[in-house]
């Protein structure tokens, strides 16, 4: 019926067989399960020749394919498939892992709202072979608690991965902690713990992220911590992972850190365990000096300030300390201490106006208590004011005066910072270069909560907190892998801008009806454009998952079967 247009199959039918023939034909009609081979009897066996009413053109299903697909190649760099069928996962688990780790990378959303984006917007499933329909919330939450269950495996994994791939040392990596809040009272979690919020949610309980991470952008290692785990803590728990067990070198890397994990402690221990380290010292030496014949260099920074460097001698330290002046951070920071002076002046007002109200705050021990509370807020600025109150005798305060020092006593170290490390032999443009790796991970947090949505936590139980957070970590690997390579190539887009581009590229279902009245069904990949091009050239990605792919409905008029033998054929 196919090859030659015809719907008998025998020179002299047998009317059962003929009526066996019919039937099952219109049930593949039905179902749209019927491929038209390419002709072979053309003279260009690629050529695909059709006589169409273009009135009949129509299109459907149109999805966004291009992000779907960049990530989809760069999970196969990753030898991501080939890791989870080594684990034991069968082919649908190891398609609907990647379906939901895609998924967070170009849309991340709640699983309720990634199944709605499957059905409606993304062509994922025509790249991971899944039915979309069979995609639901329940299945998206099982395959990441079971993703978590491989976590530490599968990071080493990646890791060594990404170091054969790209040739990567890890002579230098970057330790740092943040946290993200939780949405709901979390009351039997045992890792929700109300401490210091980075995104000033202190009536929400939080959650500590660490990370190691290299220069290149690269997870080492992840570790979740309760929310009162304080970031100078968190390094004795997690030294022994630092030991790269990526590399064959022998030489241990030089660790990172910012001033909140650089305390003389974690100095030690990193020391202690055969470590270099370099960080911002956490409290500024009281005693230094320049050390006779040292030069002080200036250099600049990517927005061409300069930065003026200087080595110093701190007394009883072994550390090398290099005296840094930024005079874009001096004045920033001048910025800073004016609107502080300012608001500190104006709490100060605010308690003197309460002595001659009536109800207003008199008391001699609470309006020092008022005071103190002012002067926990501003710590950098209540130092610069000299403060005195006055009382009756009687234990009520009568008038508060205060007097502040010259603006040049206020900014006299602002800019000013000092770095600490091991390294005694580094030079100081070397050792600048390095600390500036820092901004690294500063990107990666920066991804990871805004790009990635692994802020706020909605989820209730512990088990699901941490099945959420790692897969926004997973799909960090795809978007670190991705952008390794654009940097190599100068196309430094943010995430962001990547995904939107690249969903510019759309998975399109056409359908027209030719001059037998049979309906073709094409699905294609619409022509990248200029700029999505230029990421798979740089990437060296593919362009489409797939040419096209085409079935036919052709018109089928059943002859008309007698009732004898229509009954043979129900009765089998």
């Known amino acids: ?64 394919i291009g992000a779907e697909w960049m990530c989809m190649q760069a999970a196969k760099q990753l030898n991501i498939p080939a890791f989870l069928e080594n684990c034991g996962w069968q082919s649908s688990q190891i398609n609907l892992a990647l379906t939901h780790i895609i ?31 069979s995609i639901t919330k329940d299945n998206l939450y099982k395959i990441s608690h079971d993703l978590y269950r491989l976590k530490d495996t599968m990071e080493q994994h990646l890791s060594k991965r990404t170091n054969d791939l790209f040739d990567l040392q890890d002579r230098i990596i970057l330790y740092d902690l943040t946290n993200t809040y939780f949405e709901g009272k979390k009351k039997h979690s045992k890792i929700a713990k109300y401490g210091r919020s980075k995104e000033k949610r202190n009536d929400a309980k939080i959650v500590v992220l660490a990370v190691v991470v290299n220069i290149e952008g690269f997870l080492k290692y992840s570790s979740i911590f ?90 009883n330290s072994t550390d090398y300390y290099l005296h840094v002046k930024s005079h874009a951070k001096q004045l920033k920071e001048k910025g800073m201490n004016g609107r502080f002076a300012q608001r500190f002046e104006t709490g100060l007002q605010q308690i003197e106006a309460s002595l001659g109200k009536k109800g207003g705050v008199k008391q001699l021990e609470k309006v020092w208590e008022r005071i103190g ?24 305060a009568t008038n508060i005066r205060w007097s502040v020092n010259h603006d040049q006593e206020i900014n006299a170290e602002s800019g000013i910072y000092f770095l600490r490390t091991s390294l005694a032999q580094t030079d ?38 941490k099945a959420h957070l790692n897969l926004g970590l997973l799909a960090y690997w795809l978007v ?13 887009f943010e995430w962001s801008e990547i995904v939107r581009v690249m969903n510019t590229q759309k998975c399109v279902t056409t359908l027209v009806t030719n001059q037998y009245e049979d309906i073709i069904n094409v699905k294609r990949c619409s022509e990248p454009i200029t700029k999505v091009q230029q990421i798979y050239n740089a990437l060296n990605f593919k362009y489409a998952p797939f040419v096209k792919k085409k079935s036919v409905v052709l018109k089928l008029e059943l002859e008309k079967i007698d009732k004898p033998i229509l009954q043979r054929i129900m009765d089998g």
């Open 103 to 133: 998924s967070r990378a170009v849309y991340p959303a709640s699983e309720l709202k990634t199944t709605s984006w499957i059905h409606e917007n993304s062509a994922v499933c025509e790249l991971t072979n899944l039915n979309a329909e």
């Open 373 to 396: 509370r002012l002067k926990e807020k501003y710590p950098s600025i209540h130092k610069h004011f000299h403060i005195e109150v006055t009382d009756n005798k009687k234990g009520q």
């Open 226 to 315: 309760e929310g009162n785990m304080s970031d100078s803590k968190s390094l004795l728990h997690i030294i022994e992972k630092l030991r790269l067990q990526t590399t064959n070198t022998k030489s241990k890397a030089i660790v990172v850190m910012d001033a909140g994990i650089g305390i003389d402690a974690n100095c030690k221990l990193l020391k202690e365990n055969g470590y270099e380290y370099v960080c911002v010292s956490r409290s500024r030496p009281k005693d230094y000096k320049i050390e006779v014949g040292e030069k002080t260099i200036t250099i600049t920074d990517k927005k061409e300030q300069p930065i003026e460097l200087t080595k110093v001698i701190v007394e």
């Open 480 to 492: 670190s892998t991705i952008r390794y390579q654009l940097k190599h190539k100068d196309i430094k």
């Open 1 to 64: 019926m196919v090859n030659n247009g015809e719907q008998r199959l025998f020179e002299e039918p047998d009317s059962l067989v003929e009526t066996y023939a019919q039937q099952f034909y219109a049930q593949i009609k039905a179902k749209q399960r019927l491929d038209i081979p390419v002709n072979k009897n053309t003279k260009d066996e690629q050529s695909d020749w059709q006589y169409v009413d273009i009135n009949t053109m129509k299109n459907k299903d149109v999805k966004e």
């Open 428 to 465: 100081k443009d070397t050792l600048w270069a390095i600390y500036n790796t820092i901004r690294e991970i500063e990107y990666t947090f920066r991804v990871l909560k805004t790009d990635l949505d692994l802020r706020p936590i909605y989820h209730k139980n512990d088990d699901a907190t």
